[in-house]
């Protein structure tokens, strides 16, 4: 098929609206630093977004996001290495990367997926253009251009899918989507020729879906992962940290995610219509769950339910939502290498111009490997999965335990964080095709599946070991069972009140006015570099 001209112009004018925002929120945050950028302004936007644009870029954090935002942080790794230590930060650093790099990489996949069946445009082109521009605005604006950028496509998102809704819910194609909760018809070609098509059909279980007792433990994980493991994001903090206030800064993470939850509506309606429909009888003219392409059931939807105008719309819903998320990761990503691993492990005494243009390096090269791996690796979404794991399992016990348990230090993090690993490699994963090493009980071998929670029970081993291990070095070194010169962390020497903080862990509070970022009294590992 030729490509859609219409929809190309359509798509182009949306882009260019972006990348115009984008660019004038970079401008207007210059205008507010005459004499150049510091670092922080550029990851966290000069701690000045407000109500509104905050409430729009960012969701959750019940019993994070406030001590986060009142320590005075500017990313989540800080915490981490204020306590144990800057390389310790630096091996957690993998797999928030991983997380950011890979999720940038699998919607940007998506994306090409859709234009490809909306607009017949190359999907080589469409991902290559999308991931330029994200990444051209948010090389010069930093936080100040994701986050204005962010509230644009949101109203995109919501204009664009429930425009789409009524015109696809009205088609005479589609039956009365309350009558396929439960069953619906699947068409299965009994003669896929060209010029002779039937097809067999058969009830299947509706858009409610069906609960198997079966797969009960492998719900209950994922369950836990989503909300949990949804926490640990820099992408998620660095909203946080840009607020205004540590008040604030909690009181935006509810908001947002009521708006979040009103944001899913018109997906889950979407997904309704599509298995409503009797698509045969569409110009698409198969079953997309027959074909294997449920998972492209929104363009499908706007492509073959709505006239023409509408579908364009909903094109540019989705091509918002993509880049919403993409900028976001890679400035995340970016931030996290430029300020916790290059800074803090390499250059202590890098400038902050210096940093600035190794953030600016680092976007590029971020987004430009989530563009390659988008374009080349085809199980991108399991290596998503994978990695999200690895941030449930890693990074959630870590948090929770740096944020709310002070006495853990870097030998109880450093084998929680091995512990965990192991664990979830060890559980195998299909999606990519590991193997399992370890068979937890009620393990299917049919389809080689891990019925078991399995990726709870490391995330509760890694805690477990953290606080173990925390404990039992504390008891040992502070009583003297082992002699403090084996102290290798430096968690309990003795010289260690006489540091105090380094220069790196000055953050601002509220008010603005420079402070240390720990409580006075309170320990800091003094000399980790010999971990």
Known sequence: MAVNIPGIIAIVIFYL????????????????????????DVMLAGRDIGLVVGMFTMTGGLFFAKKMRAAGYVTMLDPFQRRYGERMGGLLFIPALLGEVFWSAAILSALGATLKVVLELDINTAVIVSAAIAVFYTLFGGLYSVAYTDVIQLFCIFVGLWLSIPFALTNPLVSEIGTTTLTRLLY???????????????????????WDVKYTGVWIDFALLLMCGGVPWQVYFQRVLSSRSAGRAQFLSF?????????????ILIGAIGASTDWPATSYGKDPAVEGEAGLILPLVLQHL?????????????????????DSSILSASSMFSRNVYKLVFRQKASEREIIWVMRASIFVMGALATVLALTIK????????????????????????????????????????????????????????????????????????????RTL???????????????TERLFKGEVVPLKYDIAGCYSPDRAQNGPKATDVAMNDAGNPKTAFPEGKYTPHDPSTL
């Not at 490391?458 to 039992?472: D, Q």
Request: with cysteine; hydrophobic share 50%; proline share 6%.
């Open 17 to 40: 609206l972006i990348l115009g925002i984008g660019l004038w929120a970079a401008r207007r945050g210059a205008k507010k630093n005459p004499d150049g950028p510091e670092s922080e």
């Open 188 to 210: 299965t070609p009994v003669n896929a020729s060209v010029y002779n098509r039937t097809f067999n059909e058969t009830e299947t279980a509706g858009w409610y879906g069906t």
């Open 255 to 267: 908001a947002a995610a009521i708006g979040c939850l009103i944001m899913t509506i018109p997906s």
């Open 306 to 326: 709505t006239p023409v105008w509408v579908s364009f719309f909903g094109l540019g819903a989705v091509s918002a939502a993509v880049m919403s998320s993409a």
């Open 379 to 454: 199980t991108i979404y399991g290596l998503f999965v994978l990695c999200g794991d690895l941030v449930f399992v890693i990074l959630f016990p870590q948090l929770v335990c740096v944020v709310h348990l002070e006495f853990t230090n870097t030998y109880g993090s450093l084998c929680g964080y091995i512990v965990g690993m192991i664990l979830r490699l060890c559980g195998g994963e299909t999606i990519i095709g590991l193997p399992p090493a370890i068979k937890y009980p009620f393990f299917e071998e049919s389809s080689n599946t891990q019925l078991f929670p399995f």
């Open 458 to 472: 490391a995330m509760l081993c890694s805690f477990a070991t953290i606080l173990l291990v925390s404990l039992i």
